[in-house]
């Protein structure tokens, strides 16, 4: 028996829709994955080995080949979308105060750790050291840029720890140790470091800080609050708090010994622009315990030991953000066609991309440089170098980190500007490294002050590039204006002379990176570097390297 179909007609198979394509997918650059981020990068190898640290190739090549993989770079998205989450109470009304991560994160920081990316310069100091470890943080900043921060302070922490051997005893084999462990608990075999110096009222001038430290017994009991307390679910963190003597420095662990949880109040995480997998935090310390690090009333003393370092890890971090948005710019730009030709057959494209790979080239260059005066084998004369390159690499590296990340967006067009590639995350974390550790203005004036303090350090730097100026007579002319510069600062008023602090660093600053180029770099960049930086008709913008530049020879290292 046939069912009734009421109202009901045969479809006809001619008319009925079927699945099918609109067009096919073509013209799209492959997933820049499974590449050595260490053996394809042509001026941190060179560096590398330029600086001493040729004896690390092995390590840096199964670094730069893990960060390279997809998992790895899927962890880093991960990181980055499932964002850290505050959870103060237990289900049970306790006050906890815990970061709770993705694995995504702990994945990532904990290779980090395992290659000795925080501590390994200080765990074996020789010759190139730095320069080894530096590379190791450049190759994971390159693609995750969040952990860099613990990680960063961590390596920092070690120089202020020293000034107090009975903590060093005790926290240092902690520090050197490639165990990663997130949890807040006693006993780890290794540990990470954070700090929190400023507050609401000062910021920068931490001299303003209301947070108050009391003697008692052998420890300190702390109150007050600090604004931003990065990375919170580190084991210990540097503090600044106000004394009868002065401010002073303090290490604040999370875990006392006994087990017990000190008093670190995290009130709310930061809502940041970037930096996304790395949380920030408002904290507050009501009777917190904490011990004192370096001389009464030295705190601010003691804790440069430790700015000074991640003012250099932010050089490490922009420079190791630049060679990821030339990468993927450059990648894009040799798979995609259009108008008839692929994108970096374009002369104009070509411009644009060699442009930023040498802005690139210098900021590696001169990072490696100055980590290579950091070792412990350092001269008198190249830690006179570093106190003052170091703060004029942080203030112009750092801010070349964000246009260069978006000129590098712009070459993929409208796929670079969706969070499904890299560099619209890389933008907006380029930022963080200029805020961090001393913003423009504070970063110009403490350079005023080393120029007018410790003419060591500026005879240092000026015999840097007096030794390159011969080389080329475009550093030579932008010498003598620096010369002329300083020689007439001394005579006036102090205010005058700070309304001319950016100038004046960004002079130092492009002299450096030239005289690091012309002294180690091959001919075609360090000529083009010139030309562009230092030329009478040098553009504004990327794009704009002059005519009979060598892109070719640029762009064959990227």
């Not at 210990?236 to 999370?254: E, H, K, S």
């Not at 709310?268 to 790395?278: M, T």
């Not at 990072?367 to 350092?378: G, I, N, S, T, V």
């Not at 004029?392 to 969706?418: M, Q, S």
Request: hydrophobic share 45%.
């Amino acid at each position: 028996m046939q069912p009734r179909r009421s109202g009901w007609r045969e479809r006809d198979p001619m008319t009925t829709p079927t699945p099918h394509r609109t067009h096919e997918v073509a013209n799209q650059a492959p997933d820049r994955v499974d590449l050595n981020e260490f053996t394809t990068n042509a001026a941190l190898v060179e560096n590398v080995a330029r600086f001493d640290a040729a004896w690390a190739f092995d390590e840096l090549s199964a670094i730069g080949e893990h960060v390279g993989t997809a998992s790895f770079q899927r962890d880093a998205v991960l990181a980055n979308v499932r964002e850290p989450v505050l959870r103060a109470f237990d289900r049970h009304g306790n006050r906890v105060d815990e970061v709770d991560y993705d694995d995504s994160y702990h994945r990532v920081i904990g290779a980090a750790v395992a290659a000795g990316a925080h501590t390994s310069a200080w765990a074996d100091p020789k010759p190139g050291a730095n320069v080894a470890r530096a590379a190791a943080f450049m190759l994971f900043a390159q693609v995750e840029a969040g952990h860099a921060c613990p990680i960063s302070m961590t390596h920092a922490a070690v120089p202020a720890l020293r000034r107090q051997p009975e903590l060093a005893a005790e926290w240092m084999p902690r520090l050197l140790s490639r165990a990663y462990d997130p949890r807040l608990a006693q006993g780890k075999p290794g540990a990470l470091f954070g700090m929190a110096m400023t507050e609401k009222q000062g910021g920068s001038d931490v001299r303003a800080n209301t947070t108050r430290a009391v003697a008692a017994g052998d420890a300190w009991r702390i109150t007050g609050h600090k604004w931003f307390c990065s990375a919170p679910m580190s084991d210990a963190f540097l503090v600044l708090a106000q004394t009868d003597a002065g401010i002073g420095c303090f290490l604040v662990p999370r875990v006392l010994g006994d087990g017990s949880r000190n008093v670190f109040r995290i009130q709310r995480l930061k809502d940041k622009l970037g930096n996304r997998s790395n949380a920030s935090s408002e904290v507050e310390f009501d009777a917190t315990v904490g011990y004192a690090v370096g001389e009464p009333g030295r705190g601010i003393r003691t804790i440069i030991d430790m700015v000074a370092r991640t003012r250099l890890d932010c050089v490490l971090g922009s420079a190791a953000g630049m060679r990821q948005a030339v990468a993927e710019a450059a990648w894009h730009v040799c798979h995609r066609a259009a108008f008839g030709r692929t994108l970096i057959d374009q002369p104009l494209m070509r411009n644009v991309v060699a442009d930023l790979a040498l802005e690139s080239e210098a900021a590696t260059a001169l990072a490696l440089r100055l980590a290579r005066a950091h070792d412990e084998d350092a001269s008198d004369a190249e830690v006179a170098y570093r106190r003052l390159a170091t703060a004029v690499a942080k203030y112009w590296i750092c801010k070349r980190g964000p246009g260069h990340a978006y000129e590098a967006l712009e070459c993929l067009g409208g796929n670079g500007y969706t969070e499904d590639y890299p560099l619209a995350r890389r933008y907006r974390e380029q930022p963080v490294m200029a805020v961090w550790e001393g913003s423009g203005n504070v970063i110009a004036l403490d350079i005023l002050r080393v120029i007018g303090r410790e003419q060591d350090a500026v005879a240092a730097v000026r015999d840097e590039l007096a030794s390159a100026a011969p080389t080329d007579r475009r550093l030579a002319e932008l010498l003598r204006s620096i010369d002329t510069r300083l020689a007439a600062a001394s005579g006036k008023d102090p205010d005058e002379v700070a309304f001319d602090a950016r100038r004046l660093t960004e002079d130092l600053a492009l002299a450096l990176q030239a005289a690091v180029l012309l002294t180690g770099a091959p001919d075609a960049v360090a000529d083009a570097f010139c030309a562009a930086r230092l030329g009478q008709d040098r553009g504004a913008l990327y794009g704009t390297l002059p005519a009979g530049t060598k892109a070719a020879s640029i762009l064959s290292r990227v």
